[in-house]
């Protein structure tokens, strides 16, 4: 039996938001943004090891707080032009694994067992590149021309439309050794050998990148909390 793959996972902090200022230490229901990626990605139990990667030394404390690593990438791979693929590259030659796990902070209701599932996946069909993706059945178009419905013939119910597959980017992972020997020959490995895309589910497709975002998740989790999740319907439905 082949040994199991050690697997990292590396969630990205990085000080500086055009969007959202300090937005990984914005509070959701009483805990920092950050928190929600750490107790998610120790909840799918798919971990050897959980980092957090970031340029500023404050999020050590939050490391210590919720008992993982903390990593202090070079400050020049803190500015807001630089690319993910170089984050990536420093990161893998800095910590040893066989597959590195980017968990993006911006998805606070992703749940453990969703990013365990997305991990399964990558290693059940041997995939070298995974990224997370929404099913969306909606009308599409694009420059003017439809993508998955045509202009002739009866209007199609959503139900039935071929699913558009917009990036959610909450998970994403590579094979280490593939993702460092394409990135020094190309300068670029974001997708590489096999890819491979993971569906999630519509709460996990909520990405925070401003604070209406920031409010949205948060009423979201305070009525999870609260018990507010059962659907009520109006006392007409008994005449149904």
């Known amino acids: 039996m082949p040994n199991k793959p050690y697997v990292i996972a590396m969630i990205p ?25 750490i107790l998610a990605a120790k909840e799918s139990g798919m971990f050897d090891r959980i980092v957090i990667n970031s340029d500023c030394e ?3 404390k939050i490391a210590d707080q919720y008992n993982v690593e903390f990593y202090l990438r070079p400050k020049s791979l803190g500015k807001s032009d630089i690319k ?18 980017w968990l993006n902070t911006t998805s606070p209701l992703q749940t453990g067992d969703e990013i365990c599932q997305a991990v399964r996946h990558f290693l059940d069909n041997n995939l070298d590149t995974l990224i997370t993706v929404g099913n969306e059945q909606v009308h599409c178009i694009y420059k003017n021309q439809p993508i998955n419905f045509k202009w002739d013939g009866k209007f199609a119910q959503t139900q039935d439309l071929i699913p558009v597959q917009p990036f959610v980017y909450s998970v994403m992972m590579w094979k ?51 018990g507010e999740t059962e659907i009520k319907y109006d006392e007409l439905v008994k005449y149904i």
């Open 13 to 37: 902090a990085r000080i500086g938001s055009t969007r959202l200022a300090k937005k990984n230490l914005a509070l959701i229901n009483g805990k920092p943004l950050i928190a929600y990626a």
């Open 58 to 60: 404050v999020f050590k």
């Open 176 to 226: 280490t050794e593939l993702f460092h020997d394409v990135m020094k020959e190309n300068g670029h490995a974001f997708f590489i050998g096999k890819i491979g895309f993971y569906p999630v589910g519509k709460l996990s497709r909520i990405l925070i990148k401003n604070a209406e975002d920031l409010r949205i998740a948060d009423y979201i989790i305070r009525a999870r909390e609260d």
């Open 84 to 101: 993910a693929d170089d984050v990536v590259l420093d990161f893998i030659e800095n910590h040893a694994a066989d597959i590195v796990v």
